[in-house]
Nanobody
Framework: QVQLVESGGGLVQSGGSLRLSCAAS????????MAWYRQAPGKQREFVAF??????TNYIESVKGRFTISRDAKNMLYLEMNSLQPEDTAVYYC?????????WGQGIQVIVSS
């Protein structure tokens, strides 16, 4: 059974930092491309960043230079978020993809106050 469990969200002031974590189980982690998505209130879910098994990364333009995605050999995915802005407020989701297979975490709330 595949499980993706996010942690590390919460309330932070504008300009602050948070680190999200995603613990993955039930998959061959190193072979999956891992990603973070987010969904703000009243908006569609959007891609934030991905990292391949070989470490290639990509980011949505609005978070470049502020967010860093990483992964380790213990089946953990991270998203380091700096210089947070109110527009970063959203539920953040961990995603694992391999060819046609995709799995989602349950999501975790991030609220950035102005």
């Amino acid at each position: 059974q595949v499980q993706l469990v996010e942690s590390g969200g919460g309330l932070v002031q504008s300009g602050g930092s948070l680190r999200l974590s995603c613990a993955a189980s039930g998959i061959n982690f190193s072979t999956y491309t891992m990603a973070w998505y987010r969904q703000a209130p009243g908006k569609q879910r959007e891609f934030v960043a991905f990292i391949t098994g070989s470490g290639t990364t990509n980011y949505i333009e609005s978070v470049k230079g502020r967010f860093t995605i990483s992964r380790d050999a213990k089946n953990m995915l991270y998203l380091e978020m700096n210089s947070l802005q109110p527009e970063d407020t959203a539920v953040y989701y961990c995603h694992a993809a391999l060819r046609s297979r995709g799995h989602w975490g349950q999501g975790i709330q991030v609220i950035v106050s102005s």
